[in-house]
């Protein structure tokens, strides 16, 4: 492959090879030293996999350009390699790189069902469930729509569903994704370039030039001869890193829950309650990641707060739903949204396969072999379960607060008082004179406010006996 690479105007392979290490399997090391910032590796252009690529092929991109509707971005990448994957002969170049592809792969489709439950109850178990599926599905449509139409250039035997999902994990865990100057995106398989390992401690080191359209990595910080080469994949939780790339990161600060909001259109004033989800940038179906950082974002309860709206305060908004307001409603309905909240996600935890205390136990015992898949899926477990015991603990205190009167009005996610407009907690505050509901640390912030406050501000004020003319 580097032979191929080099002829075809790749530059830095001379100070780069191919490794094995203990830690993290296939890499890259370096053969001498580099500074950070540095441009260690070029790939040109007419290397890289991309869906034009594919369609510019002149055996593949006829029958991708008679399929309809056409792939998708990564049907079409996992077709482009399992196609080259299968000649007998021809696309020299691109099948060295196709044979320094993993064999196989460990990311969570792959899990036998005993591993998998390891972490039943996570958004991780869900999803990959609910992949399998999907998987199973697309490769029916491909079978009906390419592969059995052109059999000449798929054959069944090389095109079987576990092909397909080789090929579609070789794409998940390898492809890059870049943001173009005229707003469109590429994603893209670097040769060589997608055998650099994953590491949080390196600075964002890959880059895509739009004129040339060769793929760059630059040293993510100092490297000295013998080293191992990173790239930093960016703050990925590890339900994530399982399902794409087959590894976690134990302890991982970027551990995340996905917790999907759904309402059943049948519910009362579901129509109602739809344009103001709309209003405040949500959905009737909304996923909202829960973090370590951030357990309780304010979208779950603007979510929340809409659904539990009763016909009364429906009634009081909708004149003003352009504007409507993610702030505190009413004491009673943030009272019934934390209570909900709380039971809720008590009944996820309850959902766990194996508890959290009993799973850091198994853990520390070696109960699971070090690295192995149920290792991986424990880790996934642990995570998502901390995350939403930080939710449930901020959800009851927020309850707390609302019940003991001593709420701040602004949702309640910060203890001290602050601007809620600038969030600055550091100057003495006003409030607001119609509502007393929110505080501004000065008039201009009030203003600049106004059109996200109008809404609940007038609502509140009504309530108080206050009149605008």
């Given at each position: 492959m580097e032979n191929w690479l080099k002829q075809s105007g790749a530059s830095g392979l001379n100070g780069l090879e191919l490794a094995d290490f203990s830690d993290t399997g296939r890499g890259v090391r370096t053969l001498r030293r580099f500074e950070e910032g540095e441009k260690i590796l070029t790939i040109p252009h007419g290397v890289l996999w991309t869906v034009k690529h594919a369609y510019a092929d002149p055996l593949l991109g006829p029958a991708l350009r008679s399929t309809r509707p056409p792939l998708s971005v990564d049907d079409t990448l996992a077709t482009y390699i399992l196609f080259v994957r299968s000649c007998g002969s021809g696309y020299d170049g691109l099948r060295s790189h196709v044979a320094a592809l993993p064999a196989s792969y460990t990311s969570s489709?792959?899990?036998?069902?005993?591993?998998?439950?390891?972490?039943?109850?996570?958004?991780?178990?869900?999803?990959?469930?609910?992949?399998?599926?999907?998987?199973?599905?697309?490769?029916?449509?491909?079978?009906?729509?390419?592969?059995?139409?052109?059999?000449?250039?798929?054959?069944?035997?090389?095109?079987?569903?576990?092909?397909?999902?080789?090929?579609?994990?070789?794409?998940?865990?390898?492809?890059?994704?870049?943001?173009?100057p005229d707003g469109d995106s590429i994603r893209l398989l670097a040769p060589f370039a997608d055998m650099l390992n994953h590491s949080s401690e390196v600075k964002q080191c890959h880059a895509y030039n739009a004129l040339s359209r060769n793929l760059?990595?630059?040293?993510?910080?100092?490297?000295?001869?013998?080293?191992?080469?990173?790239?930093?994949?960016?703050?990925?939780?590890?339900?994530?890193?399982?399902?794409?790339?087959?590894?976690?990161?134990?302890?991982?600060?970027?551990?995340?829950?996905?917790?999907?909001?759904?309402?059943?259109?049948?519910?009362?004033?579901?129509?109602?309650?739809?344009?103001?989800?709309?209003?405040?940038?949500?959905?009737?179906?909304?996923?909202?990641?829960?973090?370590?950082?951030?357990?309780?974002?304010?979208?779950?309860?603007?979510?929340?707060?809409?659904?539990?709206?009763?016909?009364?305060?429906?009634?009081?908004?909708?004149?003003?739903?352009?504007?409507?307001?993610?702030?505190?409603?009413?004491?009673?309905?943030?009272?019934?949204?934390?209570?909900?909240?709380?039971?809720?996600?008590?009944?996820?935890?309850?959902?766990?396969?194996?508890?959290?205390?009993?799973l850091e136990e198994q853990l520390a015992e070696g109960f699971y072999s070090p690295e192995g898949n149920a290792w991986s899926a424990a880790h996934v477990s642990l995570g998502e379960q901390r995350v939403l015991r930080l939710t449930r603990k901020t959800a009851e205190d927020l309850l707390a607060a609302v019940e003991s009167g001593s709420g701040n009005g602004r949702g309640l996610l910060s203890a001290p008082a602050q601007c809620a407009n600038c969030e600055n907690a550091s100057v003495q505050l006003m409030q607001c004179g119609r509502c007393n509901k929110v505080m501004y640390c000065g008039r201009a912030c009030q203003v600049a406010h106004y059109k996200e406050h109008k809404a609940m501000c007038l609502a509140t004020g009504s309530k108080n006996g206050f009149n605008r003319n």
């Open positions: 489709i792959f899990f036998a069902e005993a591993e998998l439950e390891v972490c039943a109850g996570t958004s991780l178990y869900t999803t990959t469930k609910q992949l399998d599926r999907q998987i199973k599905d697309d490769y029916r449509g491909l079978v009906a729509r390419l592969f059995g139409r052109h059999q000449e250039l798929f054959p069944p035997d090389k095109f079987t569903i576990e092909d397909y999902k080789w090929a579609l994990c070789t794409v998940w865990s390898r492809a890059m994704d870049f943001q173009l760059s990595i630059l040293a993510g910080k100092n490297y000295e001869s013998g080293d191992q080469v990173f790239i930093n994949y960016g703050p990925i939780p590890n339900n994530r890193l399982l399902r794409l790339y087959g590894f976690i990161v134990p302890g991982n600060p970027n551990d995340s829950y996905d917790l999907v909001l759904m309402t059943n259109p049948m519910a009362p004033f579901f129509e109602q309650k739809h344009k103001l989800w709309l209003s405040a940038g949500l959905d009737s179906t909304s996923t909202i990641s829960l973090t370590l950082t951030d357990p309780l974002p304010r979208s779950v309860l603007r979510y929340l707060r809409i659904q539990r709206l009763h016909e009364s305060d429906l009634a009081i908004i909708a004149p003003h739903q352009s504007d409507v307001a993610v702030e505190k409603i009413s004491d009673s309905n943030e009272v019934e949204v934390l209570q909900f909240l709380v039971e809720s996600i008590s009944t996820l935890l309850d959902g766990f396969g194996t508890q959290l205390e009993k």
